[in-house]
């Protein structure tokens, strides 16, 4: 017997785990998307610590990203290059 525990995707993120089981089945309510998917399945150290709980629908992989989400992204990204270039101009203010 091995002692485990489980969590969300969105709980997952920014963790890397030594050993990894993924369930990438269609939950009972909602979906999966790109993003879900990549979280999922980027948590583990290699190809060899990750382990698919079951078969799964090879569709969830050939859909487009949902635009609201890349549009987050996007906005994401624009913040964090005004902060780098904020960050320089105070870091030159201040010598």
Not at 7 to 15: H, I, V
Not at 17 to 28: A, M, S
Not at 64 to 89: F, H, I, Y
Request: glycine share 6%; net charge negative.
């Amino acid at each position: 017997m091995t002692t485990a525990y489980g969590f969300t995707d969105y709980c997952s993120q920014g963790q890397t785990l030594p050993y990894v089981i993924v369930d990438i089945t269609k939950p009972p309510t909602g979906g999966l998307n790109l993003f879900n998917l990549y979280i999922a399945l980027s948590r583990s150290s290699g190809g060899e610590t990750i382990r698919l709980l079951c078969d799964f629908d090879n569709q969830m992989f050939l859909k487009s990203p949902n635009v609201a989400l890349l549009m987050e992204d996007d906005q994401l990204d624009k913040l964090d290059q005004e902060t780098k270039v904020w960050q320089q101009q105070m870091h030159c203010d201040k010598r």
